[in-house]
């Protein structure tokens, strides 16, 4: 039996439209390997990074300390051999 030609018309749309479809649905996937991947380096540069911030702050926390100390050193000092701030 054939297919009358307004039915066959119908399926070659709705087959171009399907193919186009398919054909977006693949660029979509294209680019979100690309994207994927490119975050992926962005998060291979940036790890290091992170972890060396991080690394300056302990340092940071360590010089404060460090300054307290030396501080509470240097006043025990000038006061131990007599020189104390003069008063206002």
């Known amino acids: 039996m054939p297919i009358d030609e ?3 018309e119908e399926f070659d749309g709705v087959d171009r439209r399907f193919k186009a479809g398919k054909d977006r649905m693949d660029s979509l996937e294209h680019q979100i390997q690309d994207n994927t991947k490119i975050t ?4 291979e540069i940036l790890e290091p990074a992170i972890t060396f911030f ?4 302990y340092i940071g926390k360590f010089a404060k300390w460090v300054s307290i100390v030396g501080s ?3 006043v025990i ?3 131990a051999h007599g020189q104390v701030p003069p008063k206002e």
């Open 6 to 8: 307004e039915v066959q």
């Open 40 to 43: 992926q380096e962005i998060k």
């Open 54 to 57: 991080k690394f300056l702050g």
């Open 72 to 74: 509470a050193i240097a």
């Open 77 to 79: 000092y000038a006061v």
